[in-house]
T-cell receptor
């Protein structure tokens, strides 16, 4: 299954600033997915990122707040813009498994963001 | 849209068997996934069911009934390290996983 390197692993940021999270995959993948996991909650899908096209955002998430780049088939970034304490969460990227039945979807190790 | 429901919390003792249920309503069903997530870690893949029936993998088994929109994860011979959140998820073909709220399992000695 794919291996994802996600960074930073954690950060503490001032409100009003922005943080860019990077995910690098060791193989080419068509789609990459970005999730948010608020404290004590499950994973919520933010957007789907395809190479060469604009990301598709889920209800409640907008491009101005969470701009996404997907410059090639192995890399994507998610920026959390104009942060407030409510943005304190874990952010994870994910890719579909090589063979869904055997490998499922793989996740990066996550970025734990604290906004102060 | 997709709606996934699972219990919030469960407790069990070491050596016991526990069954975590998941019901779902989804359009374009492509499969039912179970993930395990320890505190502070990323989710790890446990199982995938696309056909009805039981899939067994060591101490963990997963069952699916598509007609009932129902799945369960069965954990046998519980160990303390099985204390974690268990996430039920579905997807449509070629799309992202959509997760339920997760079940926090606490295993005590």
């Amino acid at each position: 299954s794919a291996v994802i390197s996600q960074k930073p692993s954690r950060d503490i940021c001032q409100r009003g600033t922005s943080l860019t999270i990077q995910c690098q995959v060791d193989s080419q993948v068509t789609m990459m997915f970005w999730y948010r996991q608020q404290p004590g909650q499950s994973l919520t899908l933010i957007a789907t990122a395809n190479q060469g096209s604009e990301a598709t955002y889920e209800s409640g998430f907008v491009i101005d707040k969470f701009p996404i780049s997907r410059p090639n088939l192995t890399f994507s970034t998610l920026t959390v813009s104009n942060m407030s304490p409510e943005d304190s969460s874990i952010y994870l990227c994910s890719v579909e498994g090589e063979t869904t039945g055997n490998y499922g979807y793989t996740f990066g190790s996550g970025t734990r963001l604290t906004v102060v | 849209g997709q709606n996934i429901d699972q219990p919030t919390e469960m407790t069990a003792t070491e050596g016991a068997i526990v069954q975590i249920n998941c019901t779902y309503q989804t359009s374009g069903f492509n499969g039912l996934f179970w993930y395990q997530q320890h505190a502070g870690e990323a989710p790890t893949f446990l199982s995938y069911n696309v056909l009805d029936g039981l899939e067994e993998k060591g101490r963990f088994s997963s069952f699916l009934s598509r007609s009932k929109g129902y799945s369960y994860l069965l954990l046998k011979e519980l160990q303390m390290k099985d204390s974690a959140s268990y996430l039920c998820a579905t997807n449509q073909a070629g799309t992202a996983l959509i997760f339920g709220k997760g079940t926090t399992l606490s295993v005590s000695s």
